[in-house]
């Protein structure tokens, strides 16, 4: 099987993750920009106001008398008409401009697009999963499916009938992960996946049969007896079921008489 697509894969997800950033940082750019031309064309108009008042006020007395401008004091007259070009404090005009023609970032794509190719991807992980179990590829497999658990809960906006799909497709990579870890005798691992099942579908009654067998591999019979039950609970009729309990029963028979 080719693994290369689960690199391009990721790799997509990190580039989108970039294009989401930089568009976001457009935005702020953008905005930041806007803000400041508005600024510097409230601070121009208020200085052209007091301008013009001060010319208005300076029009109200004969500012051609004879007297002394020197005052008597080492004072030069430039003092308090010396403004010229007062500094605003807000970015130059040419400066804004600037920023403003910068290319922008790419567009991403919309919400519907993104959720699409996860939900292409999660099946992918299913099926290529499967794949590898039967192949007895039960590490990578379980790498696969956790995958596809991932891409599961980071998807957000759908209908509510489609996350009810995702959550379902979700639950059955948990258990599918349960049994990868069963056949590399990792019952801890197993019984992580089964209860991370078991909180998305408190009646999947293979994470409960999972379950059971994990902890069949830890000779913890008690346990194994009871979350068997819970699966019969759920399907009373099932013959693998009533066949593993009546299996728990004589092995924790036989460990009693040991």
């Known amino acids: 099987m080719d693994y290369s697509k689960w690199d391009a894969m990721a790799k997509e ?3 989108e993750e970039k294009r989401e950033k930089e568009q976001k940082i457009n ?8 803000e400041q031309a508005e600024k510097r064309a409230k601070y121009q108009t208020e200085q052209a106001k007091k301008k013009e008042q001060d010319q208005s006020n300076c029009s109200d007395h004969d500012h051609s008398h004879d007297h002394d401008h020197s005052h008597g004091s080492n004072a030069s007259h430039d003092q308090g008409h010396s403004h ?3 500094c605003c404090g807000y970015m130059d005009p040419e400066q804004i401009e600037r920023l403003r023609n910068q290319p922008p970032a790419p567009p991403t794509e919309t919400l ?4 699409e190719k996860k939900l292409r991807a999660i099946e992918a992980c299913r099926e290529d999963g499967n794949k590898l179990f039967k192949e007895g590829k039960f590490d990578v497999a379980y790498q696969i499916y956790e995958r596809g658990v ?3 809960t980071g998807l957000y906006g759908l209908p509510d009938s489609e996350m ?8 059955v990579l948990e258990v599918n992960m349960a049994a990868c870890k ?3 005798q990792d019952y801890t691992g197993g019984i992580e996946s089964c209860k ?4 998305i579908d408190p009646r999947s009654v293979k994470a409960y049969y999972r379950l059971g067998e994990c902890y069949i591999g830890l000779g913890e019979f008690d346990d194994v007896l009871n979350h068997l039950n819970n699966a019969l609970s759920n399907e009373p009729h099932n013959a693998q079921i009533l066949a593993k309990i009546k299996e728990t029963k004589d092995l924790k028979q036989k460990q009693t008489e040991n």
């Open 150 to 152: 991932l891409i599961a």
């Open 84 to 86: 010229g070009h007062r």
């Open 27 to 34: 935005e702020n750019r953008e905005k930041y920009l806007t």
């Open 112 to 115: 519907e697009e993104k959720n």
């Open 164 to 171: 009810d799909r995702v959550t379902s497709t979700e639950c």
């Open 196 to 199: 991370r099942a078991i909180a």
């Open 182 to 184: 069963i056949k590399l």
């Open 13 to 15: 997800e990190e580039a």
